[in-house]
């Protein structure tokens, strides 16, 4: 009785050693992905500072709105992910850009 006893243990304890091991590796990527999500953002927004300052070289003024980045410059962004944010002052000033990800975690996965 005992043995069996001792081999119900055993088992249990494999059991919860695997639910653990599984659980670290979920988190684990978990975390991978919201790396990966930041990298993405913060290279778009590069990007995009890039291209305006490109702009301000060649044509001597910071570009009136975003639209005009993304026509002129090709600019790309997946907008079912990321919002800009583009605040032109004037055409003088370097505008305030700002790149806000969507709900990601409603489906976009």
Not at 41 to 49: D, P, V
Not at 58 to 64: D, K, L, T, V, W
Not at 87 to 102: G, K, Q, S
């Amino acid at each position: 009785m005992k043995k069996k006893r001792s081999g119900y243990i055993k088992a249990i304890a494999v059991i919860f050693a695997c639910i653990g091991v599984l659980s670290v590796f979920a988190i684990s990527i978990s975390n991978l992905k919201k790396g990966n999500r930041e990298e993405e953002k913060k290279q778009l927004e590069e990007a995009i500072r890039r291209s305006v300052v490109t702009c301000y070289a060649i044509e001597g003024a910071y570009p009136p709105d975003f639209a005009y980045v993304k026509e002129k410059y090709g600019i790309l962004v997946d907008e079912t992910r990321y919002v800009v944010v583009y605040d032109a002052f004037a055409e003088n000033l370097m505008p305030d850009i700002t790149v806000l990800e969507r709900d990601y975690e409603k489906g976009n996965e």
